[in-house]
């Protein structure tokens, strides 16, 4: 889960923030609140959130000032503003701090549930995408060792440009594995190459073929959605792209043991 700090000077406005967004359903842990920038600065000091919502009038920091001190010390930390101040100097310095969300007061909690939406679906692509750097570097690393030293300097770009095309492969891969006519010739056209080339140069940077890198990803979305109750097993199998409910049972329980009714009831 995705972590989340609340600075909000209003006694009653930070409770309500705090007691009835769902933040679990967002995927969000809520850390704690803060009544003033200050404290809410030695929270994120001590506890690293992802997330930040902040009003902007607060005494001894105010919101602007913390989000610019929490962005020096964590650049790519996702923050909201709250306020009942709807002033253009306010909104130029937010968007120079590079905040994309500015809810105003009255609070709206459908408004507060649609920033941290999209806030999370913008980290959780973030690291996925560096987690995928991760393994491509560490692919690389693995399948051709010597490269660097086998090859004059000069040529060692080679074996970077057959990892920034693996790297653009395996977004294009995250972006679009629930597509249920996914295959190898889509991948490979998005990337610019023959399809048995850009299997070799996948399974040969990653170890996995595109089609096994399918699976992959759709069963670990599968294992994630599976976890929420309410939703029924047969949307869990169309979300992640089988149109075969038995198929996708087969695949799951070889991948995790468990049947996906099993695996569920886990967590219940």
């Not at 705090?18 to 001590?46: H, V």
């Not at 940077?205 to 294992?223: C, D, H, K, M, Y």
């Amino acid at each position: 889960m995705f972590k989340l700090l609340i600075a909000e000077d209003v006694k009653t406005v930070r409770e309500t923030l705090a007691r009835s967004i769902p933040w679990e359903e967002l995927d969000i842990s809520l850390l704690g609140t803060a009544e003033n920038g200050e404290e809410a600065l030695r929270m994120f000091e001590r506890e690293e959130p992802d997330l930040l919502l902040t009003d902007i009038g607060m005494p001894k920091m105010n919101g602007l000032e913390l989000i610019e001190a929490c962005k020096r010390r964590k650049p790519d930390i996702r923050c909201v503003i709250l306020s009942g101040l709807n002033e253009f100097e306010h909104a130029r310095q937010a968007i120079q701090l590079q905040v994309r969300e500015y809810v105003l007061k009255p609070i709206d909690p459908d408004e507060i549930v649609k920033a941290f939406a999209n806030a999370v679906r913008e980290l959780r692509r973030e690291r996925e995408e560096r987690r995928g750097i991760a393994l491509l570097e560490q692919g690389l690393k693995e399948k051709l060792p010597n490269l660097p030293g086998a090859l004059p300097p000069g040529e060692w770009s080679g074996g970077a440009k057959k990892m920034k095309l693996v790297e653009q492969a395996m977004r294009y891969l995250k972006e679009e594995y629930a597509r249920k006519d996914l295959g190898l010739a889509d991948v490979a056209a998005a990337v610019g190459l023959s399809e048995k080339y850009m299997n070799l140069l996948f399974k040969e940077v990653t170890g996995a073929t595109i089609n096994q890198t399918i699976v992959r990803l759709r069963l670990e979305e599968a294992a994630r959605l599976l976890k929420d109750p309410s939703i029924r097993i047969y949307e869990v199998c169309d979300r992640i792209g089988y149109a075969d409910q038995d198929y996708f049972r087969e695949v799951f329980k070889k991948q995790f043991g468990l049947t996906p009714t099993d695996y569920r009831n886990q967590y219940l």
